[in-house]
Structures are given as C-alpha cells and as structure tokens.
C-alpha cells in the first residue's frame, strides 16, 4: 500500500489538534510551489518522494472555463 499526502501550502507549519498519521507512513507528498525550500528539503531528507506542482490562481481556472 502507498500512502500519498496531497497538501497545500497553507498546510505546512501549522499544529494540529488531531495527529492522523506519523509522517513515516507517507511515501510521497504532492503539494504546490508556494511551499517553503526548506520544508520541500525537509521531506526529501526524511526518504519522501515529494511532487510540487504549479500553483493555479482561481482566475485563471474561472477565465480557461469561460473561453470553452
């Protein structure tokens, strides 16, 4: 089983009140280019695959839907 943890940068730095899993669970962490280096580094150092993808602003999604 593969565990992936899909997480916006808005959610890295911030305590929980609820732990949900230890971070030895996760095999690879998807979250976008607004996340620190030094987290992305973090993660990397620690043995998780870690994908960054592009961050989209909601303009941009709400104008490609208007011109379809």
Same mark, same amino acid.
């Given at each position: 089983?593969?565990?992936? =943890?899909?997480?916006d940068?808005?959610?890295?730095?911030?305590?929980? =009140?609820?732990?949900?899993?230890?971070?030895?669970?996760?095999?690879?962490?998807?979250?976008?280019?607004?996340?620190?280096?030094?987290?992305?580094?973090?993660?990397?150092?620690?043995?998780?695959?870690?994908?960054?993808?592009? =961050?989209?602003?909601?303009?941009?999604i709400?104008?490609?839907?208007?011109?379809?």
């Amino acid at each position: 089983r593969r565990v992936i =943890l899909l997480a916006d940068h808005t959610k890295f730095g911030v305590r929980s =009140l609820r732990k949900v899993l230890e971070v030895s669970a996760i095999h690879c962490v998807v979250t976008d280019d607004q996340t620190p280096r030094g987290i992305l580094r973090q993660l990397e150092r620690q043995g998780l695959e870690v994908v960054v993808a592009p =961050l989209t602003k909601p303009s941009s999604i709400a104008a490609t839907k208007a011109r379809r």
